[in-house]
């Protein structure tokens, strides 16, 4: 079945670690995107990536970062710098096409312990 | 630059009671609009999309109607189960954005027995 696959689903950091969350999907989609939500809260841009090998910053990109060396996979990386990582992460891809939707993956919660 | 705006929640209803969520956008061009639900602990889901003006979105009872003219795509249901308590998101891709998605903020919806 195609799908968008993220894991793993929990995760916990400790201070001044770097994680990296996995994202894949085999939908042969050309754009991904990496999203941050916080309880209660909406959904605010991280990264998004249009082809391989290029990757442009979202809304809230510091202390993150992103690598698209493969058209299925999308890795992040919480970074130290990152002052506040507690939350839960959501990745999603879609064509460009603006008529198409996008499919989410299941949500990775990024947890500092 | 483009953006959606919806209701503030939490919204309770009864069960069988009708529901009306508002999101109201503002973009360039001609936006494909849509609704995506999003259950405890998961990713989102697309629930219904529109792609131009006038058409109709639909599905498990949800409606929503692309107004061009009013520049709205409000979500409604004419009778609400337990089933249907989650977070609902408003979005916009428009071509000016290479497709890129617009989220509004969400809005809880609570249905109680």
């Known amino acids: 079945d195609g799908g968008i696959t993220q894991s793993p689903k929990y995760l916990f950091r400790k201070e001044g670690q770097n994680v990296t969350l996995s994202c894949e999907q085999n939908?042969?989609?050309?754009?991904m995107y990496w999203y941050r939500q916080d309880p209660g809260q909406g959904l605010r841009l991280i990264y998004y990536?249009?082809?391989?090998?290029?990757?442009q910053k979202g809304d809230i990109a510091e202390g993150y970062s992103v690598s698209r060396e493969k058209k299925e996979s999308f890795p992040l990386t919480v970074t130290s710098a990152q002052k506040n990582p507690t939350a839960f992460y959501l990745c999603?891809?879609?064509?460009?096409?603006?008529?198409?939707?996008?499919?989410f993956g299941q949500g990775t919660r990024l947890t500092v312990v | 630059g483009d953006s959606v705006t919806q209701m503030e929640g939490p919204v309770t209803l009864s069960e069988e009671a009708c529901l009306t969520i508002?999101?109201?956008?503002?973009?360039?061009?001609?936006?494909?609009l849509f609704w995506y639900v999003q259950y405890p602990g998961e990713g989102l889901q697309l629930l219904l999309k529109?792609?131009?003006?006038?058409d109709k979105g639909s599905n498990k009872g949800f409606e929503a109607t692309y107004r061009k003219e009013t520049t709205s795509f409000h979500l409604e249901k004419g009778s609400v189960q337990v089933s249907d308590s989650a977070v609902y998101f408003c979005?916009?891709?428009?071509?000016?954005?290479?497709?890129?998605?617009?989220f509004g903020k969400g809005t809880k919806l609570s249905v109680k027995p």
């Open positions: 999603a891809s879609k064509n460009r096409d603006r008529n198409t939707e996008a499919f």
């Open positions: 939908l042969n989609h050309d754009a």
């Open positions: 990536s249009q082809i391989v090998n290029d990757f």
């Open positions: 508002n999101c109201t956008y503002t973009a360039t061009g001609y936006p494909s």
């Open positions: 529109a792609t131009k003006a006038d």
């Open positions: 979005a916009l891709s428009s071509g000016g954005s290479q497709g890129n998605l617009i």
